[in-house]
C-alpha cells in the first residue's frame, strides 16, 4: 500500500504544508437556497403551521375586493397574503386562483375508483 499514490499516508497535506494560506478551514461559503433560509430563520420566530396556511387562505377568501386591495398596499402583510390577493384580484386567472385555493383550504373532493383484475392460470402452472 505504501506504492499507492490514493493511499492515505501519500496524501499528507503536501500541498497545504507549502502554502497554508489556503486552507479553508470553515467549509465552503454558502449560497443561493440556504443563505436566504438563514436570514429568513434570522427574522422569524417560527414556521407557520399547515393550520395557520389554510386559516389565512379560507379567511382571504371571504375578504372583499377592496380589503384585497387594502392588504396589497399595505407593507406589513406577508408575502403570502399579499400573493393570494394578487391572485384573487387577476381579471385573466381569478377562477383558477379560487379554485386552486380552495383545494389547497379545504382539499379536494374523494374520488371512488374501481380497479377490476383478471388472473388467468395456465395449465403449466396447474401440473407442479
Known amino acids: 500500500m505504501a506504492n499507492n499514490p490514493k493511499h492515505m ?9 507549502s502554502r497554508p494560506e489556503n486552507i479553508h478551514r470553515w467549509g465552503r461559503p454558502k449560497r443561493g437556497i440556504s443563505l436566504l433560509n438563514d436570514k429568513i430563520k434570522a427574522k422569524i420566530w417560527k414556521i407557520p403551521k399547515r393550520s395557520q396556511i389554510e386559516d389565512l387562505i379560507l379567511w382571504m377568501l371571504d375578504l372583499q375586493i377592496s380589503e384585497l386591495k387594502e392588504i396589497i398596499e399595505d407593507r406589513e402583510s406577508s408575502a403570502m397574503a399579499i400573493l393570494i390577493a394578487e391572485e384573487l384580484l ?13 383545494d389547497r383550504g379545504i382539499g379536494k373532493a374523494t374520488q371512488k375508483v374501481e380497479v377490476e ?3 388467468i392460470i395456465h395449465e403449466d402452472e396447474l401440473e407442479d
Open 9 to 17: 499516508e501519500n496524501l499528507k497535506w503536501k500541498w497545504f504544508e
Open 90 to 102: 387577476n381579471d385573466d386567472k381569478w377562477f383558477l386562483a379560487l379554485n386552486t385555493l380552495l
Open 117 to 119: 383484475t383478471k388472473t
